[in-house]
Structure formats: structure tokens, C-alpha cells
Nanobody, 120 residues
Framework: QVQLVESGGGLVQPGGSLRLSCAASGIIFSISAMGWYRQAPGKQRELVAAITSAGSTNYADSVKGRFTISRDNAKNRVYLQMNSLKPEDTAVYYC??????????????WGQGTQVTVSS
């Protein structure tokens, strides 16, 4: 059974930085796209950043120039480096991966979410 486990959230002051990490475990044949989403109270979940298996990246306009997504294929991990954080970045952040497991069928997997709070 495949699981995604996130870490790295917390409380940070405006202008500060955090690094989120998400690790996939279980029987994994391959991973295609990886991404980070966030959901603030009362709002819909939105894409923050995504990275393909080839390393191409895509960012929400609101985080361009401040956030960087990266992946380590050998470790089945995805990271989100968040700099110059703003109060409006406060949300629960979820990682997402397209994983082909031991049955060779691709599924969409989600992490449990990690809270990021930007406040003075």
C-alpha cells in the first residue's frame, strides 16, 4: 500500500522561510508528476506548484519567484522551498503524486496535509 507522508510545516513570521517535504513509501514502480496544493479556510484547494518526471515545473502566479519545487526520484520525495512567506500563504499544504504501484496501475495519491501559518 502506497502512502505519502509530509513534514516541515509550522508557524513562521512574514518574510520567513519553510521547507516542506513529502515522501512516498510502499511498493512503487514509477512516479509521474508530483505537486503541492494548499487549502485555506473557506477556500477551495488550489495548485501551488507541480513538477513532471522530466523536471519541468509549473507554479501558481501567487508564488512565482518565492517558492521552488524539486524532487528526488531516488528517494521518492518532493520538496517545496517557500521563501518570503506572506500571511496569505497560510493554509494546509498537501502533496500529490501520480504513482504506479505493484499492480502497475497508476493512481493519484495525497498526503495527510501539513499546516503552514504565517503570522507575526
Amino acid at each position: 500500500q502506497v502512502q505519502l507522508v509530509e513534514s516541515g510545516g509550522g508557524l513562521v513570521q512574514p518574510g520567513g522561510s519553510l521547507r516542506l517535504s513529502c515522501a512516498a513509501s510502499g511498493i512503487i514502480f514509477s512516479i509521474s508528476a508530483m505537486g503541492w496544493y494548499r487549502q485555506a479556510p473557506g477556500k477551495q484547494r488550489e495548485l501551488v506548484a507541480a513538477i513532471t518526471s522530466a523536471g519541468s515545473t509549473n507554479y501558481a502566479d501567487s508564488v512565482k519567484g518565492r517558492f521552488t519545487i524539486s524532487r528526488d526520484n531516488a528517494k521518492n520525495r518532493v520538496y517545496l522551498q517557500m521563501n518570503s512567506l506572506k500571511p496569505e500563504d497560510t493554509a494546509v499544504y498537501y502533496c500529490n503524486m501520480g504513482i504506479r504501484g505493484g499492480d502497475y496501475v497508476a493512481y493519484d495519491y495525497w498526503g495527510q496535509g501539513t499546516q503552514v501559518t504565517v503570522s507575526s
